[in-house]
Each structure stands twice: as C-alpha cells, then as structure tokens.
C-alpha cells in the first residue's frame, strides 16, 4: 500500500506565523487558553465556567457503578449503526464539549488540531496520528442516532466507580450527592477492587472514552496496546495527572502510562481558535484509517 505523507498543515490565515517557518519546531505548549485563562482552570470566571460547572454537578450527581455497568453493556453490543471513522469525524462537527474550559470549538477542529501537533513532533508513528484523530470520536453519543445522551454521560473527566472518589477529581464536592457516596460497599478507598488489580477490571465512570474503545476493539483494530489504552483512559486525569488510583494499576498500566502522557500534552494544549484545512489533511488520515480499520465499522 503506498502511503503519500504530506507534511502537516494549518490554516494560517489568523496566525502571524506561517506554515514554512513553523515546520521543524517542535510544538510549544501555550500560556494560556483562547480565552487568556491557564488550561484547566475550573475557578476561573469565564464565559465558560457555569456552564462547566453545571456539567459537573449532573455528571457527578448521576454517575453511579450500576449506571455506567448498565450503558457499558448496552453500548457494548455495537448495534447502533454502521459507518466510517471519517464519516464519524465529520458528524462531530456539529458539538461543543460543554465539559471543556479551554475550547468552544466544534469538535472536529479539536480532533484535527490534536492530531496535526502530535504529527509534527512524532512524525514516524503514524499510529499516534491516527489515535490522536479518533480519541474522542465517542463523543458521538451525542446524536440523535444514538438516542441523543446528554453530555453529562459522554464528555468530561472520568473517574472509577465502585471504590471512594479522589479528591482530585475536578469539581469533587459533587459527589456528595452521589448515591455511591452513601453505599459502604463502594466508598472505601479500595472499595470492590484487590489491590493493582489493572485498570481493565475497573469499572469507569461512562463516557466517550471507554465507548470508543470498545468501538475499537469490536470492530478488529491493528492499533497497537497503547493506542486502546489511550483511547479508554486519556479523560482519566486524576490518574495521569494527579497520579491518584495508583493501587488500581497493574505493571502494564505503568508503562502504557508513558505514552497516555506524551498524548496528553497535544490532547489538551492544542486547543486554539486555529482552524486545520479539512481538506489538505484529509487524504493524509484516509489512508492511516485504511491501515488500521475496516471500512466500515459497527457502533
Ligand atoms: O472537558 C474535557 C473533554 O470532554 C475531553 O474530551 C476529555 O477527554 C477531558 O477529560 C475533559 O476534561
Ligand atoms: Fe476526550
Ligand atoms: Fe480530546
């Protein structure tokens, strides 16, 4: 198969930096947001921060070990409908995460602004290019296809159930509120689990994440181990970024961790009003698409 890699591309019009002269750097992480804030300021007053908030408060309130167990099963089956990843690319154009401090971009703009940093600074590995581009294609939940899930059960941060909430979860103080909190079976802090158990057996908080995973692994991807592992954990920040849940990981999981982190910085410092042509890159993602999926994929 020949593979025709072009050099990655953004849509400078706004930018004062042109394409050429940014090639070989390496990606910068930011200051701040597009609103002026530091990213993942959940306090900060924001044109943002009520309506974040109020994604918290639902998401914390209703997310319980049975709910998530019930959606996991049900999601599982993968019976929804059939379509591409790129199909599904483009029906994300159509959302904005109202869990999100840092973007009020639809989220197809997120995907490819992911994808194109990490390209740049990886440029060998096409498999993060590609993982970079899918990981948060779950969020089609969203769609009336998919019987139209609000976002408080698709985006956000991820957090386990089954065992007592972390401090260090954003927004914590909603859990109280949580049926979970009350129940002595689930609010220790081993709770159901056996000590580095690995985070497989861990029921999580459902979402985006662990629906795109499981949509990958349904339908046969040749993605490598690190890939799925970053599709089903990268919203779990209280572990890659606080280093919380630490008895739940097993060896494997330290060391998939690695790269959980490199893909992290581009997941969440890229987020710009920075537009990527669509068009340009497009032939680019097909073609790693067609390397690691079928053409069509159950969901
Ligand atoms: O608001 C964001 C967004 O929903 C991301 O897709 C998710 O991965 C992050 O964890 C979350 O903070
Ligand atoms: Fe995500
Ligand atoms: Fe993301």
Excluded at 5 to 11: A, I, R
Excluded at 167 to 194: C, L, M, R, W
Excluded at 234 to 244: E, I, L, T, W
């Amino acid at each position: 198969m020949t593979v025709i890699v072009l050099e990655p591309v953004v849509d400078d019009t706004n930018d004062t930096n042109t394409q050429n002269e940014n090639v070989d750097d390496e990606f910068v992480v930011p200051e701040s947001n597009a609103f002026g804030h530091n990213f993942r300021d959940y306090e900060k007053d924001s044109i943002r921060k009520e309506i974040v908030q109020e994604f918290y408060r639902k998401n914390h309130i209703y997310q319980t070990f049975e709910f998530a167990k019930k959606k996991k099963e049900h999601y599982g089956k993968l019976d929804k409908t059939e379509m591409s990843i790129w199909e599904c690319c483009e029906l994300l154009n159509e959302y904005v995460d109202e869990s999100d401090p840092d973007l009020d971009e639809p989220q197809i703009e997120h995907l490819l602004q992911t994808a194109e940093a990490i390209r740049r600074d990886y440029p060998d590995e096409d498999w993060l290019h590609l993982t970079a581009l899918i990981h948060d294609l779950g969020k089609v939940l969203l769609h009336p296809a998919f019987g139209e899930e609000p976002q408080w059960c698709v985006v956000g941060d991820t957090f386990p159930l089954g065992c007592a909430f972390d401090e260090s979860i954003v927004h914590h103080q909603f859990f109280k509120e949580n049926p979970d909190s009350g129940n002595p079976a689930f609010n220790t802090k081993q709770g159901i689990y056996t000590e580095n158990c690995g985070l497989d057996k861990v029921t999580m908080s459902w979402g985006h994440d662990e629906y795109m995973y499981l949509v990958a692994k349904g339908n046969n991807t040749t993605l490598p181990p690190a890939a799925l592992f970053i599709i089903r954990f990268h919203s779990f920040y209280a572990m890659h970024r606080s280093g919380a849940y630490t008895f739940l990981m097993n060896d494997e999981d330290e060391e998939m961790l690695k790269w959980l982190q490199v893909f992290n910085k581009y997941d969440l410092y890229s987020k710009s009003k920075v537009r990527i042509n669509q068009e340009q890159v497009k032939p680019y993602y097909l073609s790693l698409i067609n390397k690691y999926f079928p053409e069509k994929l159950k969901w």
